[in-house]
């Protein structure tokens, strides 16, 4: 199992165990118990596994390329259009200083013969919004308290584009 430093203490418990004189320490832990100490000089072979790697995600690839089988390959089991949206995740995300992802949605080509004529409901729809907001006083604040509130939390962002007006 592969731990990173920055878990490694928030895993271990207070409770500990010496034994063999003290030479050996049970550490209780989240996962069970972790064995640290010397070993009596009787025994004849010692054993000690370090492995530091500084970019884990790297490591952790070339384990499973080693481990898998030639047959397992993930690409020939995903269709175009999972290629399309994995190259596009790769040309087009970045991450914020807070570790969250940015990433462009995917648009397809030719989406009108997709979406088809879909802004004359959409107007409607919003239209019909407004004229129910209008009759109603107190759910009209409602509205603009919770749009005020997505605003704040940063989840969007006013956009004006004079150009996209027409029908």
Known sequence: MLIGSDIFFDLLKADKIRLANGNLILQDSELG???SGKLPTEVTSNYCCVAVETNLDIAIKEFFEIESFPTDSFDSTISEEEKFCEEHFLKTHRRTKSGRYIV????KENTDSVLGF???NAVKRLNGIWYKLNKNNTLATLYKVFLQEYLDLGHMQQIIDEDNTKS
């Open 33 to 35: 118990y972790v064995v």
């Open 118 to 120: 879909s802004r004359e």
């Open 104 to 107: 462009s949605l995917p648009m």
